[in-house]
């Protein structure tokens, strides 16, 4: 049997046991970083539906500047409905290499929460 069909036979049949729920999920981002010297506010809203209690809204605001082209820093400000301010986040992004430098673009991240 040829290689590519039995690595397919046994990726179907390793999904066929498997489940998911929304609770437990990574988050993944993508590796671009801003140019040096721009900046960049983003709104972000979610709405959580928590198990037991009753759903809310998240609201987060962030300024993002690139410090240089392959590391950007980020500041969030988190407020949750009904509650005001909740928290501030700093995100940290540095690209090791330009785009299209190795087969695959990657950073790595780091994201600090007070």
């Known amino acids: 049997m040829n290689k590519k069909w039995m690595m397919g036979a046994i990726v179907l049949m390793a999904g066929v046991g498997a489940r998911a729920h929304v609770r437990d999920y990574l988050d ?6 801003l140019e040096k010297g721009a900046a960049e506010m983003e709104l972000w809203t979610d709405l959580r539906n ?3 209690g009753d759903a809310y809204w998240v609201h987060q605001t962030e300024v993002e500047y690139g410090v240089t082209n392959r590391y950007t820093l980020g500041l969030y400000g988190v407020f949750v409905d009904g509650q005001g301010f909740s928290a501030l986040k700093v995100e940290n992004r540095y690209r090791p290499e330009m785009p299209a430098s190795w087969p695959l673009d990657t950073a790595l991240y780091l994201e600090l929460k007070k």
């Open 28 to 33: 993944t981002y993508s590796p671009a970083t």
């Open 50 to 52: 928590p198990d037991q």
